[in-house]
């Protein structure tokens, strides 16, 4: 199949081929026509697969064909995305396709100033790509009607629910018309999917061309179990052997993210860290000094899984299991897409092996696992190994217990001594001595001061 046969019209298929497409993938095949026909949809897809295009290009291809004659134009589309990230990689792509038809396209999501969105929205827009706070931001101030709005498209929609976004996903469907088209897009099917599109979607078709929360075939997955306090130091092997240009590394915390990434600059391996505590524009500039290739390494928590798209990145490693297991599919696939190979790498832990037991029982297979000699999987301690070397520290500590009662009493003998000598040396002082050299009455001061 080519995307000629999916009746897009001509300036699409030459944005298409400028971009180095050729035939749609599964998931675009299947989508595109099931929106031109104007039905809603849910659409369940491995990450990395093309959900983005599956929904932007018929879209913008259908709001051309009907472009209303006001200057100042109100939303016709909005596309609500879970992170700033993955808003500025799903506006990204329906400028690139838009700008062909002649509409205008714009992000809003926080952690920037608010004016200069609402001065974009005022000169006119037809597609809006959102998170689904900011959005509300604007809906209640009233800089933005949602109220012409025809299409409503949740991506990454289990994300969204994860992340806890269910109530402002149901604010913002309120100041929509009822009349429109609905698209839920997710790369997972859980129970709280069907019942978000039980409530959103009217007789939705389902398209799922992956079985549910499989990763992607192009990757290739590795465990190697390692001790946790030698975690940073494998990385830094890894890369360093393995000749690493490019690696995408994930943790669970900020605060770990910024440690692992002092620690990698303190081995002379470039990198930097992006998560939700850093400002917008420190993460757009990190984002993009990766993907300029001046940056080796760039940590990241699990906000950054599902909004970065970063074309050919070679490896991921998750230098902490997430909590969640569905986040080990996100990671992993940032590499692998679009049918490019990667390699996808986990340091695991003794005291992770639950969370990989679970990765594993939702992949429904075991992941392969790889030793290296110089990291071993549990801590051998100095000193302490040997039966001999414990009845030598069980006589030292025997020992000490039994000298630390002779230590008592000596004391003890000594302490009718020091009064006696204490009594026979104490003289009292002069009076003008006694006011200049003791600090009783400055005590005294302070504390009546307290009380």
């Known amino acids: 199949m080519s995307f000629d046969s999916l009746g897009l019209c001509t300036e699409l298929l030459n944005a298409i081929s400028a971009q180095g497409y050729i035939t749609p993938t599964p998931i675009q095949a299947q989508a595109i026509p099931v929106i031109f026909e104007g039905c809603d949809l849910l659409a369940g897809a491995q990450t990395g697969t093309g959900k983005t295009a599956a929904f932007a290009l018929p879209i913008v291809q259908m709001l051309s064909e009907d472009t209303p004659r006001k200057k100042r134009r109100s939303p016709r589309a909005l596309v609500l995305v879970p992170t700033r990230e993955l808003a500025a990689q799903v506006s990204e792509q329906m400028q690139n396709y838009g700008r062909r038809l002649s509409l205008r396209s714009t992000k809003i999501y926080g952690g920037v100033n608010i004016r200069a969105q609402i001065e974009r929205l005022h000169r006119g827009i037809d597609i809006v790509v959102a998170t689904p706070g900011r959005l509300l931001d604007h809906a209640e101030r009233g800089t933005i009607k949602l109220s012409e709005v025809e299409f409503l498209v949740l991506d990454e929609a289990d994300r969204m629910l994860d992340l806890g976004f269910i109530d402002d996903i149901l604010n913002v469907v309120e100041y929509l018309p009822s009349q429109r088209q609905n698209l839920l897009f997710s790369a997972t099917y859980s129970q709280s999917i069907k019942q978000l599109a039980d409530e959103l979607l009217d007789q939705p078709r389902r398209v799922e061309v992956a079985r549910r929360t499989i990763t992607a075939d192009a990757v290739t997955q590795t465990v190697y179990p390692v001790e946790r306090s030698r975690k940073r130091e494998m990385l830094s092997h890894l890369i360093r052997k393995g000749d690493w240009n490019q690696v995408l590394v994930f943790t669970r915390t900020r605060y770990g993210a910024d440690k692992l990434t002092d620690e990698l600059l303190f081995d002379g391996i470039k990198a930097a860290a992006i998560h939700s505590n850093k400002s917008q524009s420190k993460r757009t500039r990190t984002l993009a000094e990766f993907k300029r290739g001046e940056l080796r390494v760039l940590v990241a928590t699990d906000v950054a899984a599902r909004g970065l ?41 003794p005291a992770e092996q639950p969370r990989l037991l679970a990765i594993e029982q939702l992949l429904e297979y075991a992941i392969p696992q790889q030793t290296i000699a110089e990291f071993p999987q549990i801590a051998v301690k100095r000193g302490g190994k040997t039966k001999a070397n414990k009845k030598l520290k069980g006589q030292s500590k025997s020992k000490k217990k039994q000298s630390q009662p002779q230590k008592k009493q000596s004391k003890a003998k000594k302490k009718p001594a020091t009064p006696v000598k204490a009594k026979t040396k104490s003289k009292t002082p002069r009076r003008g001595k006694a006011e200049t050299t003791q600090p009783a009455p400055k005590i005294g001061r302070r504390l009546s001061r307290t009380r």
């Open 309 to 349: 798209d970063i074309e050919r990145l070679p490896h991921v490693v998750n230098y902490e299991l997430p909590q969640v297991p569905e986040d080990y599919v996100h990671r992993i696939g940032r590499t692998g897409r679009a049918g490019e190979d990667g390699v996808a790498l986990s340091l695991v832990c």
